[in-house]
């Protein structure tokens, strides 16, 4: 099979579009002599005419309207990549600095960020985690472009605007091997005496682990071991204690892509009371995102789809 160039679509489809060999040899920088040639080519690799002159412009024959179409995709893919490229150059050498609260940072932002570094190579991704109280400030002070937080921090804030990415809620885990993991049923009486390993004070976690417990009734003979959330999973590995942690930090069975401590945490099968709260990206109102922003925001956002 002939193969067709590529250059020859996108000249035919601005013929059409223009209605003149002169017109379009214009804004294709091009001679008409070279216009008129690389379109007889084109009509002999393919064995049909393309092209008709009527009286006031040139129209294409009935199989150059089908050929059009598929023209008229390679310039669509054309301007496709022009601007892609255009915002690759726009944010050549930039910094997208971003907030996200820990327990999300090392659950949901590895892939997002994997998937960003790989299209703007160019830019240099700087992610910030800390509570939510603390990145608060630094949107506060544009030491962030873009905070990944529970909504009602930014809710709280002045001039800042934010969109609701998901809504989490808290459950009870435990490793596989712990004994109440195997149970079909547990009620509180199972959980009461229980040791305890939650997220560290001051955290959006811990807030809600903190409430989820209180309104189950549990009630601890020991302080609660306190954890950094992303060592809970490797804790809960190693001794028989219990966490409460956000539902998108217990991955299920049909999931990949977590490390094996993940895989090995499971929700304990009691009814609880939804306990929970919102999870969203803010920004500051005088300074809405960048294209590489808006585009790790959409990044993340097919992340928690997939």
Not at 227 to 246: C, D, E, Y
Request: with cysteine; hydrophobic share 40%; glycine share 4%.
């Amino acid at each position: 099979m002939k193969r067709i160039d590529p250059r020859h679509l996108v000249q035919f489809h601005e013929i059409i579009r223009t209605g003149s060999f002169t017109r379009a040899a214009e804004t294709l920088g091009l001679t008409q002599p070279a216009l008129t040639r690389n379109m007889k080519m084109m009509e002999g690799r393919l064995g049909f005419e393309v092209l008709v002159r009527s009286r006031q412009r040139i129209v294409p024959t009935t199989i150059g309207l089908q050929i059009l179409e598929e023209a008229a995709s390679v310039v669509m893919a054309e301007r496709r990549i022009s601007q892609l490229t255009d915002a690759l150059r726009q944010d050549d050498h930039d910094d997208l600095r971003i907030g996200c609260t820990p327990s999300a940072a090392f659950h949901l932002l590895p892939a997002p960020t994997a998937h960003f570094a790989s299209q703007y190579p160019m830019t240099r991704l700087d992610v910030h985690s800390q509570p939510a109280d603390r990145l608060a400030r630094m949107l506060s002070n544009h030491e962030i472009e873009i905070l990944l937080a529970p909504t009602n921090i930014a809710s709280q804030m002045e001039s800042v605007r934010y969109q609701r990415l998901f809504d989490t809620r808290m459950l009870i885990v435990a490793s596989r091997d712990h004994p109440l993991a195997g149970r079909s049923r547990i009620d509180r009486a199972d959980l009461q005496g229980q040791r305890w390993a939650l997220p560290g004070r001051n955290t959006t976690s811990r807030l809600h682990a903190d409430q989820l417990l209180q309104q189950i009734g549990i009630e601890t003979n020991t302080p609660p071991a306190e954890i950094p959330v992303t060592m809970i999973h490797t804790f809960l590995q190693t001794a028989n204690f219990l966490s409460v942690l956000p539902d998108y930090a217990v991955p299920s069975a049909r999931q990949t892509g977590h490390d094996v401590a993940s895989r090995n945490i499971v929700e304990l099968r009691i009814v609880t009371p939804e306990i929970g709260y919102s999870y969203g990206v803010a920004w500051n109102d005088d300074r809405p995102p960048s294209t590489a922003a808006a585009r790790f925001i959409e990044l993340f956002q097919m992340s928690l789809a997939r």
